[in-house]
């Protein structure tokens, strides 16, 4: 069984403050894990995976996560956030190397000006 | 670069009918997922194909099925539609080689059942 926790519905930052979005996860086997950020209306955009090797793996538009295999999590980060970087992100994660993703409740992220 | 095509992209539709939520691929992707996501709500998987075959079900209800035709693209055929079937519904397609496959998501298809 695989599941995914994302513990804070909405994080709010300023723009130009770090951004961080937390993620923790449970799987039987090797977590693979991703996160999705959806905008309004839109589908869900890959930002970045951790399948194996450096914990630090660096995204799209200057997003990078952190995978700590003791704390069994998965932090979005990014150094300065942007107003358009205001969106719903979802963390995912399986416990193979393809198939089914699970998905966690979503955090809503609000950067204001 | 070609991404996931979704068709239709809204869909309204009367208690008790059908609907068919068509899903391309992005060129070369042998695998199709489609999942759901309800009002406020993370995405749920229904159901994935790979190499027109089905490969996973998830908490799909009996009166869906889906299908991956020869030139890949994926139908999910929905019928005696009730209320609680309004939602998202995704599509994502990858390339089943090496690790990690990516999955990539279309725009999604807005059900409203009325």
């Known amino acids: 069984a695989q599941s995914v926790a994302q513990p804070e519905d909405q994080v709010n930052v300023a723009e130009g403050n770090p951004l961080t979005v937390k993620c923790t996860y449970s799987v039987s086997g090797n977590p693979y894990l991703f996160w999705y950020v959806q905008y309004p209306n839109r589908g869900l955009q890959f930002l970045l995976k951790?399948?194996?090797?450096?914990?630090l793996v660096k995204g799209s538009y200057g997003f990078e996560a952190e995978f700590n295999k003791s704390q069994t999590s998965f932090h979005l980060k990014k150094p300065s956030a942007l107003v358009s970087d205001s969106a719903l992100y979802f963390c995912?994660?399986?416990?193979?190397?393809?198939?089914?993703?699970?998905f966690g409740a979503g955090t809503q992220v609000v950067v204001t000006p | 670069a070609a991404g996931v095509i979704q068709s239709p992209r809204h869909l309204i539709k009367e208690k008790r009918e059908t609907a068919t939520l068509k899903c391309y691929p992005i060129p070369r992707h042998d695998t199709v997922y489609w999942y759901q996501q309800g009002p406020g709500q993370d995405p749920q998987f229904l159901i994935s194909?790979?190499?027109?075959?089905?490969?996973d079900k998830g908490s799909i209800p009996d009166r869906f099925s889906a299908q991956q035709f020869s030139d890949y693209h994926s139908e999910l055929n929905m019928s005696s539609l009730e209320l609680g079937d309004s939602a998202l519904y995704f599509c994502?397609?990858?390339?089943?080689?090496?690790?990690?496959?990516?999955?990539?998501f279309g725009p999604g298809t807005r059900l409203l059942v009325l």
């Open positions: 995912a994660v399986r416990d193979d190397s393809w198939g089914k993703l699970q």
């Open positions: 194909f790979y190499e027109k075959m089905q490969s």
């Open positions: 951790y399948i194996t090797g450096d914990n």
């Open positions: 994502a397609s990858s390339l089943k080689s090496g690790q990690g496959e990516t999955q990539y």
